[in-house]
């Protein structure tokens, strides 16, 4: 292992910005269309800011590629993402395009399961006057984030669950100690970290179905252990079907929510609704020494090849990237180049000028990333 993979960004030399290899999975249906501006823009911005710079290697996987190579996460794609210090992907799967088993092709869960990314970062914004089916959303703005733990929870039983002839069906939920102590301390030190820079109160609510479930109440259990270890930091409870309903009612009182893996995944495309788009939702799935970054959408195979993908989700998880980066790396500039991505993204939504039809515009996919550039070049004075 060369030295700048033990401390990835390193600066090599003099002055020199720390240097990262990306690895990048273009994916399934609009995943390639939304990527290549998302690619064009992030090489823009580290030459215009000189905060970083980045090698890009793309890599093939996803359900096209299994269709026609019968295989859908290559090893030397896989090789090549655990060497490279970030992952960025795109979506993937095509619902025609399916295993033998009937399941449709999934490298990302794979790649989570094989790098162990435990926690699925899906932040929920909404500015003021973003727009949103909420109209306490709409006029008040929400900020909070949901983690999915993403390795374990019912998603363990992938491939392996059972039909018994024809009468009954089983999968398995699995909850362990230790993903579970990690996941929690993720989440707290997430809060605080929201807490410290006035993004959230500092609070986490553990979600779960802990009156029902024994998997759930060892789950809550270890949860209140954890919690005792960060008193700094409020422990809250909720259901998951009483949190379905305040994320509705109530969307305010939420500051970082932790829950498992399937109740993650309905709740977080809850949150994307809530932001009025499945374009608008970006996540990070992190675990110890790996992170990938991508839209919480999938492959939308009904809007793909017309160049009217919404890439913003795209560009945040991109953004998220960055400030991961910057954090791994101990690079806080690219902290500074994170918020404005992501700021930029938030202009382009205030002025309303550049949106894809699923937000009721008509601007192509390549016109809001150049509105993203153009809106970065403005908040940040550079000629990116
Ligand atoms: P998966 O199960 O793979 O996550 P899904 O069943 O949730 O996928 P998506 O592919 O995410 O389905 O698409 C759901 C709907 O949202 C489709 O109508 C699609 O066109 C729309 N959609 C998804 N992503 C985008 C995007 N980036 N821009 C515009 N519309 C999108």
Redesign the pocket.
Known sequence: MDARKQNPGAISGNNKPPRFTIAVFEGD??GPE?MKPTVALLREISVATGAFSLDFETVPAGATHYAKHGVSLPEESMKTAKEADAILLS?M?MPDIRYPDGTEISPQIELRMELGLFAGVRPVIIQPGQGSPLKVAEERGIDFVIIRESTEGLFASHGKGRINDNISAEETLVITREVSEKLFEFAFNLARRRKETGRGPGRVHCVDKANVFQAFAFFRSIFDEVAARHRDIKADAAYVDAAALWMVQRPQIFDVLVTENMFGDILS?LGAGLMG???LAPSADIGSDHAVFQ?C????P??AGRNI??PL?MILSAAMMLEWLGQKSGTAEMQTVSDSLSGAVADVMAAGSAK?P?LGGTASTDDVAEAVLEAFRNRTGTTA
């Open positions: 249906g609009i939304i979506a799967g495309d788009s499945l374009g839209p959408h999938g492959s939308a009904d809007i993908a919404n989700a894809t699923d």
